[in-house]
């Protein structure tokens, strides 16, 4: 199986040590020419290359049969142009490939405010943010490429955590201080070996359309950040109680879609 990922940060360099060690071709794509050595433990070639770059895109991808976009904006990058801009180009080369499977990896911030109610992948986006809408019309322009030769996965991935980037981590700096609202919005998580799970289980079954990948446990962001403090013996937050001070989206998403495929959450909750 000849596979390409495109964009190998924290989640897609996993993939592709996973995705190696199960006898894949895999070759990795970075922006950053300092990390060639650093991707060549994982992936067999790597090639430097913006997702806009249509083609040295066309010239890495054109004998895969399985692509992953797993890109990420890094601070102070464009957004558009890292995600918009590059699913654009993808669209257009790839009926030149031997493409038969494309997975992107998504977020669920895509979904708006729904006064903390459940939601399946049947709701359709509401994004608050400009930056949201450009996510929108990623997977838009990712769908719209779906052929009879071309299955397209769009996976909406809660907030990730694992190893390095524990929520105690994220969120111990914030122990003792006060924050805006009531912390009543919904904390839609999952644990980064589930996102790969969910990735190599998409492969597997060749799954087409879009599936949140998100946790079973969904407990407020007060609840939380109660639970961390508490863990960490760390002074608790503190909620200013401001009517106003939503974070423009409050929904509980459900995973039951990917689970009734048969994928099994390894951390359906936090600390298990």
């Known amino acids: 199986m000849k596979t390409v990922i495109i964009g190998c940060g924290y989640v897609g360099k996993t993939v592709a040590h996973l995705w190696k060690a199960k006898g894949f071709d895999v070759l990795a794509t970075t922006t950053s020419p300092e990390r060639i050595d650093e991707l060549s433990e994982v992936a067999q070639q790597v090639a430097v290359l913006k997702g806009t770059e249509a083609e040295k895109l066309l010239a890495a991808i054109a ?31 790839l ?108 492969q597997t079954r060749q799954l087409s359309g879009i599936y949140n990948v998100v946790q079973d446990e969904i407990p407020t962001r007060a609840e939380l950040m109660g639970e961390v403090c508490d863990r960490l013996n760390l002074p608790p937050v503190k909620w200013d109680g401001d009517e106003n001070a939503g974070r423009g989206r409050n929904v509980r998403l459900s995973n039951q879609k990917l689970k009734s495929t048969g994928y099994q959450f390894e951390h359906p909750a936090f600390w298990t």
């Open 95 to 202: 009926p030149q490939t031997a493409v038969k499977q494309l997975i992107y990896t998504s977020t669920c911030s895509i979904y708006g405010q729904n006064t903390g109610a459940w939601i399946n992948e049947t709701m359709p986006p509401n994004p608050s943010t400009e930056n949201g809408k450009i996510v929108e019309a990623t997977e838009q322009t990712l769908l719209a490429a779906a052929s009879p030769q071309l299955k397209v996965c769009i996976l909406r991935l809660g907030g990730i955590y694992g190893p390095g980037r524990t929520v105690e981590n994220i969120y111990s700096r914030i122990a003792g201080k006060t924050m805006p609202g009531k912390g009543e919005e919904a904390a839609n998580w999952v644990h980064l070996l589930d996102i790969i799970g969910a990735i190599d289980w998409a």
């Open 63 to 93: 004998d895969r049969e399985v692509a992953l976009l797993c890109v990420g904006s890094k601070r102070g990058a464009n957004y558009r142009e890292t995600y918009l801009s590059t699913a654009q180009t993808i669209a257009k080369v």
